[in-house]
């Protein structure tokens, strides 16, 4: 299907969220419903012109009149832009579909006139051809979704999370700000095609690396900029979560992708070095958080922090080999980071809509309240594990396939010239590798308690399955995720023009393979993996053995207590919890990435009371970066408060000093 | 045409060979164990028998157990024989082993350790969730290590698909490798804590709070049992197959192979597991078993082990540009 227009379809998609945003804020309450058809309509629309593009690749390009004087307000639309903003766009249509279902009660003038508002943004910032109009809807974007953060504002939780959401949100516009800057130079051209033709120093790029890695990590999550997504992304309304999860954080890779292999073009190769160590160490270290944490939401964002990691990585490995010449490999990295992208938006949106059917069915994300939900809501549960072992890696789920490319990618290390990029990639081989060990704790954990087992509370044994919307927009994720996985050979070969174009080179092995649909990294002989075989032989095997076996059995099921080695306690207390699951993990990496602390009130013989034991757990981070900067500055903030109430005499004594003081500077100086 | 023949003919006999040596590999070992300390012990044969006695029984399910409990172990058992019948044993030409290379070959045993730590969760218990966690903490560990070492060997050989790294290897002049070495007693140490055998785990023990594997299981019965019970003994042979197809793959018959070449191959390959088998058994006696979470230590260092492997094997000049 070939569109001529995409951009005018472009047009009239945003066009739908901004009158749905406009038109929400007039309506009266129990209609804000309207926003979520009017959004997936749109959402539809932008998905067709983004793969028109991604088909065709030809640009397309808009301006408008307003904006900087000069520059105006450009707009491009191209593979880049098109991949990402499907992305973002299909996510947006499963949320809204998720939204639908929203009862009456639960709409707010507080999110339904943002929530389009922010389709909008992220929509715009794919678009923007200009560094005002990116900056412009960039900010959009982040106030749109903060406001979506604050909706629940009367909870104290929610305001801390819209606060430091906020000031990371400005921090990063403020690097970004910085990194346009430099690369617009003195002579200022905005327009992207400008900054294009703009050479920069080495030292300014590097600076200019600086910036953009710190305004788009923040963003996106990267450690140790990653502070504000466990608290914000779960205090936002579920389908709000999916959204800034699955989706807002590719916005921040397209960032990226479009500052260092399109704007600046060329990177040398010391550039990959801060991507795969911050990448790998962001990838480990967001699971350590995730296979502790004991809030659903929580972990999701934890883990979200991880798959963005994944992502940095394969950008970094994508440097490296374009800068070394090994265009090949190059192409092959690329294809993991926007093939996990891509997963990563299917799968973190299925698994926070899942977290929301949840939370609404029992009115908790504790993952120590709930369990047994697998027989209340089986629908939920079902299409909660295929996201759980999508994002596991396991094959033949989407998770894989990129996991698979970008370990193939890892092996093509030896070929760099660069000594340190030779030692690095075993390194982060082994990480990602630790990472994928991690996930499938993480998971086994997070469905194991949620799902499985007995409920731990009253509000999870009187759960309720959500209505049918939500688990149709949970289950089309869910197909989306089969069919990823085990297409991951097609979807590689349709984003081979946009790998020509990044990486200098698309999978050329792709259609050499025994059957079509096989992933090739390299050449057929090298590496080679071919989901639908697989799945069909374990299908096929599957079957064989069940009707073996009901042959040859007498095909008896009886029912009976739980065994449990002859003593069934019928507490489910008894069961083991989400933080007793992760104790084995935190016992082996405590002291190593985790702050985890552990207390135990253990009465002595003949005491009556009691035992306790609490674990705590705190984010390094958090702890070193953020809390111990902000009480300094508490601190000094409050010495100099003694300032504010001087007489007059004492103001003018200060100010002849400072006076007399930079005269002695001046004097010196000169 | 031909070669398409023998090779279906090759991928189908590997899928029986392996199902029919699977539980045979178990008992030896068992049988080894018995003979060292001194008592008879059952029969080889006794593992295909309760295997066919747990199929014929009734199965008895928890009162709560859900769907996912009842179709798991078919899953899982599934997923354990097409591994298996994808690692090259006798030859290495089989129909299907181009479907996935040892990188998806290691995501495939994953899936089915994760199906299963999940089934021991479904019930509710707390012995269920003992093993779960654990199983997990071992696995965390466990996984990257074993995808190291066969990253390592692919490294070597070039590619990451077994019979081209088989045949490489046969190909190559014997000589020791440094990170071959470490390799091999890499993943030596997983195989033995994924087989949950001693040091790691006790196959053998139950009702003991050190238990991992046997706890996961404890809730099943009967024909259900029987499947995990086979898709335990069948991921003993994988991981024996793919020791022998990355460090000892000589004798296996390549693709346009005669018959008495393959019979040499099937010969060789039935010797090795033997004595694998028996090995086992040696080692078993001979070690106590260790503390749960001294565990960490032991996968810790396979770790190691396996990172200091594709570290040399990255720095090495052997490797194939």
């Known amino acids: 299907m070939m569109v001529e227009r995409p951009l005018d379809i472009l047009a009239v998609a945003l066009a739908i969220y901004g009158g749905a945003a406009l038109l929400s804020l007039i309506l009266p309450r129990r209609l804000l419903g309207i926003v979520y058809p009017a959004c997936i309509l749109a959402a539809i629309l932008a998905c067709a012109a983004d793969l028109s593009v991604l088909a065709g690749q ?15 307000l450009r707009f491009r639309l191209d593979g880049l832009a098109a991949f990402f903003g499907f992305i973002v766009n299909l996510g947006i249509a499963a949320s809204s579909l998720y939204g639908i279902g929203i009862g009456k009660a639960d709409l707010s003038k507080r999110i339904e006139p943002f929530y389009p ?5 992220m929509n715009t910032v794919l678009l923007a051809d200009d560094a005002f109009g990116f900056l412009f809807f960039w900010e959009l974007m982040s106030l749109s979704s903060w406001a979506l953060v604050v909706a629940r504002h009367e909870e104290a939780e929610c305001r801390k999370a819209g606060y430091v959401y906020l000031i990371m949100a400005a921090m990063g516009t403020a690097a970004l700000l910085f990194a346009f800057g430099g690369m617009a130079g003195a002579a200022g051209g905005y327009g992207f095609d400008a900054i294009r033709a703009h050479k920069l120093t080495p030292l300014i790029s590097a600076l200019v690396l600086v910036a953009a890695l710190f305004g ?22 579920s389908h709000v979560s999916a959204l800034m999860s699955g989706v807002m954080t590719k916005v921040a890779v397209y960032a990226i992708i479009r500052i260092v292999f399109d704007l600046l073009a060329d990177p040398p190769w010391w550039w990959s070095l801060p991507f795969i160590i911050l990448g790998a160490a962001t990838a480990v270290g967001g699971l350590l958080y995730a296979v502790q944490d004991r809030d659903l939401k929580r972990v999701l964002a934890y883990s979200t922090i991880e798959n963005i990691g994944i992502i940095f990585a394969g950008l970094g490995l994508a ?6 010449g090994i265009v090949a490999a190059a192409a092959v990295a690329m294809a993991a980071a926007l093939l996990h992208s891509l ?60 996991e698979w490319l970008l370990f193939q990618a890892v092996l093509a290390g030896p070929g760099f010239p660069e000594p340190i990029l030779r030692f690095l990639s075993p390194v982060l081989g082994a990480m990602l590798a630790l990472a994928a060990g991690l996930a499938a704790a993480c998971f086994v954990r997070a469905f194991g ?10 509000d999870a044994a009187e759960a309720h399955e959500v209505p049918f919307v939500q688990t149709l927009a949970i289950g089309l994720l869910a197909v989306l995720c089969i069919l990823g996985g085990l297409f991951g050979g097609f979807s590689a070969y349709a984003i081979g023009p946009l790998l020509k174009t990044l990486a200098g080179t698309e999978l050329t092995g792709l259609l050499n393979g025994p059957t079509k649909l096989s992933l090739i990294a390299f050449d057929p002989e090298r590496s080679i993996y071919d989901a639908p075989t697989i799945a069909l032989f374990v299908t096929l095997s599957s079957i064989t053995t069940m009707l073996f076996v009901h042959l040859v059995s007498n095909r008896r099921t009886r029912r009976a207590p739980a065994w449990d080695c002859g003593f069934p306690d019928a507490s489910p207390a008894t069961q083991y919890t989400a933080s007793s699951f992760s104790q084995p993990l935190r016992r082996v990496y405590k002291g190593v990435v985790l702050g985890a602390v552990e207390s135990l009130d253990m009465p002595p013989p003949g005491d009556l009371r009691p035992g306790h034991f609490s674990v705590r757990f705190y984010d390094y981070a958090w702890r070193n970066l953020y809390a111990a900067p902000a009480e300094a500055l508490l601190a000094v903030a409050t010495r100099f408060n003694a300032f504010q109430f001087l007489t007059i005499r004492r103001y003018l004594v200060l100010m002849f000093c400072t006076l007399i003081a930079l005269l002695i500077v001046t004097a010196v100086w000169m | 045409m031909a070669s398409q023949i023998q090779s279906f003919m090759a991928q189908g006999a590997q899928m029986f060979l392996v199902l029919a040596v699977a539980p045979a590999a178990a008992g030896i070992t068992r049988k080894v164990k018995a003979r060292l300390t001194r008592r008879q012990g059952p029969p080889v044969i006794q593992v295909y028998r309760d295997l066919l006695k747990l199929i014929r029984k009734d199965s008895v399910l928890a009162g709560n157990a859900s769907w996912f409990f009842r179709s798991a172990p078919y899953v899982i058992f599934a997923l354990t024989w097409v591994a298996t019948a994808l690692v090259p044993t006798f ?30 969760m479904d019930v509710g218990t707390s012995f269920g969730g003992i093993g779960s966690s654990r199983e997990m903490m071992i696995a965390s560990l466990a996984e990257p290590a ?8 692919a490294l070597t050989a070039g590619t990451t698909r077994l019979p081209e790294v088989a045949q490489f290897l046969i190909s190559q002049p014997l000589e020791i490798r440094v990170s071959f070495a470490l390799a091999f007693v890499a993943l030596s140490m997983v195989a033995l804590a994924e087989n949950a055998r001693i040091p790691v785990d006790n196959p053998a023990t139950h009702l003991e709070l050190t238990m991992v594997h046997e706890a996961m299981v404890l809730e099943y019965s009967g024909r259900h049992l029987a499947m995990i019970e086979a898709a335990a003994h069948l991921k003993l042979v994988l991981y024996i197959s793919l020791i022998i197809c990355l460090f000892l793959p000589f004798g296996m018959a390549p693709l346009e192979g005669e018959p008495i070449v393959w019979m040499i191959g099937l010969g060789a390959y039935l010797a090795k597991v033997c004595f694998s088998a028996v090995a086992l058994g040696v080692w078993e006696v001979s070690i106590a078993k260790m503390r749960v979470f001294r565990v960490s230590e032991f996968l810790g260092s396979a770790f190691v082990f396996s990172f200091l492997a594709i570290l040399l094997a990255f720095l090495s000049r052997e490797v194939l540009r």
């Not at chain 1, 397309?60 to 105006?72: D, E, T």
């Open chain 1, 117 to 121: 508002a922010f389709c909008a943004a």
């Open chain 1, 449 to 458: 308690t949620v799902f499985l087992g007995r409920p731990r509370s009253k």
């Open chain 1, 343 to 402: 997963n990563h938006s299917w799968f973190k949106s299925l698994l926070f809509l899942g977290a929301g059917a949840v939370l609404h069915a029992t009115g908790r994300r504790d993952l120590d309240g709930l369990g047994g939900l697998i027989q209340r809501m089986p629908k939920t549960a079902f299409f909660w594990l295929i996201g759980a072992l999508s994002i596991s890696a396991l094959p033949p789920l989407n998770g894989f396939v990129s």
């Open chain 2, 91 to 120: 030859a290495s030409g089989l129909m299907f082993n181009w479907a996935a290379d040892v990188v998806a070959l290691v995501a495939l045993i994953g899936a089915a350790r994760v199906l299963l730590a999940l089934a021991a």
């Open chain 2, 146 to 153: 074993t995808l190291l070492v066969v990253l390592t060997t």
């Open chain 1, 319 to 324: 440097i490296a080999f374009k800068a070394t």
């Open chain 1, 58 to 72: 030809a640009d397309f390009k808009a301006q408008l009149p307003i904006g900087l004087p000069s520059v105006g």
């Open chain 1, 216 to 237: 788009t990590g923040s963003k996106a999550g990267i450690m140790p900029l990653h502070a504000w997504l466990p608290l914000a992304h779960p205090a936002a309304p």
